[in-house]
């Protein structure tokens, strides 16, 4: 793992020092143009909550929150989140929101839990009460595979 503030050479010679606050604490590095930002949250932050799930955007697993929004991280390259504020799993910590899927089993394997957290997390800030057609709707970007998503809707409304 690169240490924060470690400058280091890519192939080719070429990197671009950026500057992000994840969850609250300030991180500068230099980083290789074409690196994700998933890969600079769990390689050069140190990050590991935040998953590497399909490369291709479709199962939401990499979810975080970039300037509030709600992202996927395997879609960005580092360099593109430079100045930016971003939230990972690790910043949602002991959320009403987590606990709720516990108390309803809406974690099973774990793999998707921390991309349907922050997409969730992301969505009820403007929709505090959905309806369960459009809880839905703000999921259809994050796959799970053991729940049947259920659970997860039964999670949301006993928060």
Known sequence: MITQGQRFTFEGGHSVEISVTVNGEQHTNDVEPRTLLVQY????????????????????????????????????????????????????????????????????????????????DAYLKDHPEPTDAQLKEALAGNLCRCTGYAPIIEAVRNR
Not at 80 to 85: L, V
């Open 41 to 120: 949250i769990r390689e050069q932050v140190g990050l590991t909550g935040t998953n590497i799930g399909c490369d291709t955007s479709s199962c939401g697993a990499c979810t975080i929150h970039m300037d509030g929004e709600s992202v996927k991280s395997c879609t960005v390259l580092a360099v593109q989140a430079d100045g930016a504020d971003i939230k990972t799993i690790e910043g949602l910590a002991h959320s009403r929101l987590q606990d709720a899927f516990h108390e309803h089993h809406a974690l099973q394997c774990g793999f998707c839990t921390a991309g349907l957290l922050l997409t969730l």
